[in-house]
């Protein structure tokens, strides 16, 4: 008897303990597994590319990919224009859960001092008086004007003084260097000379033998330079040529 009633006592506790395993493996399989199972199938979102935008346009971007835009601080820039993002995180392209934070660092402009800074132009190949005005349109006073010889035209610019791409506040005066065209020099006179003195002289006054032609002529030695184009003393540029006849006897 006493045997039996024990082994009775004995299943009813292991029954109900079954019972209680079993309740809490249910409830644990029914509070949790949706949260897990919507952890795993939840869907990522693509974080879109706000950088250079004005902040009203991001904002309505980041609403409509259920994502938060917060401003993390702003700064002084003097390549972006004020209220528009210089920098966001994370950065384009990421993928994040709905809801994420987007941080952004709002440009507030230039800074009082990069205000009034300006970056010369370059007015290379404009006349004077256009190298003026554009200048001028970028709030620039030209000052002195300075003459140079160039192989470029003459009144052309071919400089500035600083030198364009500088950053100047808009109180410093431009300095203008114009061409003055080549360089000028006196045709020598190579009459009564043999060709080798003619080709030394020429080179030393910076220019060079052009044509060469012969004639016949009782009048003057032979083997001489009898006339010459262009003529001496004539002004022409640097390096240019001067044509001559020599006069040498018939065959």
Same mark, same amino acid.
């Given at each position: 008897?006493?045997?039996? +009633?024990?082994?009775?006592?004995?299943?009813?506790?292991?029954?109900?303990?079954?019972?209680?395993?079993?309740?809490?493996?249910?409830?644990?399989?029914? $509070?949790?597994?949706?949260?897990?199972?919507?952890?795993?199938?939840?869907?990522?979102?693509?974080?879109?590319?706000?950088?250079?935008?004005?902040?009203?346009?991001?904002?309505?971007?980041?609403?409509?990919? /259920?994502?938060?835009?917060?401003? &993390?601080?702003?700064?002084?820039?003097?390549?972006?224009?004020?209220?528009?993002?210089? $920098?966001?995180?994370?950065?384009?392209?990421?993928?994040?859960? #709905?809801?994420?934070?987007?941080?952004?660092?709002?440009? @507030?402009?230039?800074?009082?001092?990069? !205000?009034?800074?300006?970056?010369?132009?370059?007015?290379?190949?404009?006349?004077? /008086?256009?190298?003026?005005?554009?200048?001028?349109?970028?709030?620039?006073?030209?000052?002195?004007?300075? @003459?140079?010889?160039?192989?470029?035209?003459?009144?052309?610019?071919?400089?500035?003084?600083?030198?364009?791409?500088?950053?100047?506040? &808009?109180?410093?005066?431009? #300095?203008?260097?114009? *061409?003055?065209?080549? @360089? &000028?020099? *006196?045709?020598?006179?190579?009459?009564? &000379?043999?060709? $080798?003195?003619?080709?030394?002289?020429?080179? +030393?006054?910076?220019?060079?033998?052009?044509?060469? =032609?012969?004639?016949?002529?009782?009048?003057?030695?032979?083997?001489?330079?009898? *006339? !010459?184009?262009? #003529?001496?003393?004539?002004?022409? @540029?640097?390096? *240019? =040529?001067?044509?001559?006849?020599?006069?040498?006897?018939?065959?």
């Amino acid at each position: 008897m006493y045997y039996n +009633q024990s082994a009775t006592k004995t299943f009813w506790i292991s029954f109900l303990t079954s019972l209680v395993v079993s309740g809490a493996v249910a409830f644990s399989v029914v $509070y949790f597994a949706p949260s897990v199972l919507g952890k795993k199938t939840e869907t990522k979102i693509e974080v879109p590319d706000i950088e250079h935008l004005d902040l009203q346009t991001a904002q309505m971007i980041i609403d409509r990919k /259920n994502l938060c835009l917060v401003i &993390k601080e702003r700064r002084n820039d003097p390549t972006i224009k004020k209220d528009r993002i210089i $920098y966001q995180n994370p950065t384009p392209g990421t993928e994040v859960a #709905k809801g994420e934070i987007v941080r952004v660092v709002i440009s @507030e402009g230039a800074s009082p001092s990069e !205000q009034n800074e300006i970056i010369i132009p370059d007015v290379t190949g404009f006349d004077l /008086n256009q190298a003026r005005v554009f200048l001028a349109e970028k709030g620039l006073t030209v000052g002195k004007v300075e @003459e140079q010889i160039s192989s470029e035209p003459k009144g052309k610019v071919i400089g500035t003084v600083p030198e364009p791409g500088r950053k100047i506040t &808009k109180d410093v005066t431009i #300095k203008l260097i114009i *061409s003055m065209g080549p @360089e &000028k020099v *006196s045709v020598p006179n190579l009459k009564r &000379k043999s060709l $080798y003195q003619a080709k030394e002289i020429l080179r +030393q006054n910076g220019l060079k033998l052009g044509n060469v =032609s012969y004639t016949t002529s009782a009048e003057y030695a032979f083997d001489i330079i009898i *006339s !010459q184009h262009p #003529k001496a003393g004539g002004m022409v @540029e640097r390096g *240019s =040529s001067v044509n001559i006849t020599i006069n040498r006897e018939a065959p």
